[in-house]
Structures are given as C-alpha cells and as structure tokens.
C-alpha cells in the first residue's frame, strides 16, 4: 500500500482506512517486522526514493524537483529529515555522485 502511494505524504489514518486496519494492528506489525513504526517506514521509503533520484538525476533534476516528486514541500523539513536519516545533507548526496551520472 505505502510503496503504491510513495509519491504522496500519506497519513498513517488514511493508510489504516485503505488497508482497514487499526492505528494499533498496523503499528505493531511494522514493530514487529520492520523495528520501526509505520509513520517512520514510510518517511524513511520516501527519503530513500529522493536520494536514488539524487544520486542519479543527471542535470534535469533538482533537489526541489526530487522532494517535491515524493511529497516533501517544506524544503527545509525534508533537509532536516535527510540528513537525520542520511548523515548528509542532500546536495552533497547529489554533488558527490554527480559525476557518476
């Protein structure tokens, strides 16, 4: 279901209610699978399709462009979230592979 909506910034309600599974069910299976909280997982794979994109987005994409692509519109929350998750902020994922492109 989260990787069906990746690209929007879904809240755990509109996934329990899609899914038709209980805030608690639901967070405990990803507990249990995953070591991490739905809210999180789905962050995390949404950070991760930006830095994919990032890493090899050629010169057509911006670093905009990409956390726009995933839902992040407040530029400097999706930094902040980033880096967290990254240790890095996302223009040196990009100009560090820049050139591998």
Same mark, same amino acid.
Not at 12 to 25: F, H, K, L, N, P
Not at 34 to 43: A, E, T, V
Not at 44 to 65: F, K, Y
């Given at each position: 279901?989260? +990787?069906?909506?990746?690209?929007?910034? +879904?809240?755990?309600? #509109?996934?329990?209610?899609?899914?038709?599974?209980?805030?608690?069910?639901?967070? &405990?299976?990803? /507990?249990?699978?995953?070591?991490?909280?739905?809210? /999180?997982?789905? @962050?995390?794979? *949404? +950070?991760? *399709?930006? /830095?994919? /994109? @990032?890493?090899? *987005? !050629?010169? @057509?994409?911006?670093?905009?462009? %990409? %956390?726009?692509?995933?839902?992040?519109?407040? +530029?400097?929350?999706?930094? &902040? #979230?980033?880096?967290?998750?990254?240790?890095?902020?996302?223009?040196?994922?990009?100009?560090?592979? #820049? !050139?591998?492109?």
């Amino acid at each position: 279901m989260m +990787l069906a909506y990746e690209t929007e910034n +879904l809240s755990i309600g #509109q996934i329990c209610s899609e899914t038709g599974t209980s805030w608690r069910t639901l967070d &405990r299976a990803f /507990r249990e699978t995953f070591g991490i909280g739905p809210k /999180r997982y789905y @962050l995390n794979l *949404r +950070l991760n *399709r930006v /830095r994919s /994109r @990032l890493i090899g *987005r !050629g010169e @057509l994409t911006s670093i905009s462009d %990409a %956390a726009n692509e995933y839902g992040f519109w407040h +530029l400097g929350e999706f930094a &902040r #979230q980033y880096s967290s998750l990254f240790g890095e902020l996302p223009t040196q994922s990009a100009s560090a592979h #820049q !050139g591998s492109a």
